[in-house]
């Protein structure tokens, strides 16, 4: 089963028009996190949550935001969106998993693809 | 200098081949993740270590905490094995920091 699901898997948006991305997952993960990957380069944080607690990256633009609105979901916004911003976009969570030894677990998301006519 | 170089940048083997990939970190870490990237897709988790080593089926990672290094092998390549690998680690901020992969083709 899925564990981390991303939505769309593909979006299509307008220069200029907003645009949102959605992650969830099941595993109650404390740290959910979003990268930005662009053809043929290593994946870039733009920012991530430890619990409600956001950090943001000082090079990530002011026109990505994210909401955390409870354990389970993140989204990221992109205000308006230029046609550098096409990429894949990562969503990764990290945390404890439930079983009695709480070992450290990290699981990624299939990622977005993000086209920007 | 990048907090996580993998090399090398590029392998183009043929199929059967045992194929190495290396990573070397200067930070410390709580794990180290080898993911694969198939051409457009999404990331994969193939292995997450903070010691020792791990099998899946052909693929074998080994870690190194005194050196500061891992590998990740793969036996008896075959062509679906073509991707992007990519090393990651998990600093002690819990940030994830990735190198930048390594681009492998193997040949039928």
């Known amino acids: 089963d899925a564990m981390v699901i991303q939505n769309p898997r593909y979006q299509v948006t307008q220069f200029g028009k907003p645009v949102t991305l959605s992650c969830s997952q099941t595993l109650n993960h404390n740290v959910m996190y979003w990268y930005q990957q662009k053809s043929s380069q290593a994946p870039k944080l733009l920012f991530h949550y430890y619990d409600k607690d956001f950090n943001n990256e000082a090079d990530t633009p002011d026109n990505f935001q994210s909401r955390r609105p409870n354990t389970s979901f993140c989204f990221l916004d992109i205000r308006s969106p230029g046609l550098g911003d096409a990429a894949m976009y990562l969503c990764?969570?990290?945390?404890?998993?439930?079983?009695?030894?709480?070992?450290?677990?990290?699981?990624f998301g299939p990622g977005t693809r993000l086209t920007v006519t | 200098k990048n907090e996580v170089e993998q090399s090398p940048q590029n392998l183009t083997a043929q199929e059967g081949e045992f194929i190495t990939i290396n990573c070397s970190y200067s930070?410390?870490?709580?794990?180290l993740h080898w993911l694969q990237q198939h051409p457009g897709g999404g990331i994969v988790s193939l292995f997450m270590?903070?010691?020792g080593k791990k099998k899946h089926g052909r693929l074998i990672a080994t870690i190194n905490i005194q050196e500061k290094h891992s590998s990740l092998h793969i036996t008896a390549s075959h062509p679906r094995d073509s991707a992007v690998y990519i090393c990651a680690v998990t600093n002690r901020d819990d940030k994830i920091i990735f190198g930048k992969g390594t681009r492998l083709h193997i040949l039928p």
């Open positions: 270590l903070s010691s």
């Open positions: 930070v410390g870490i709580s794990a």
């Open positions: 990764a969570t990290s945390g404890r998993s439930s079983g009695r030894e709480g070992t450290y677990e990290q699981y």
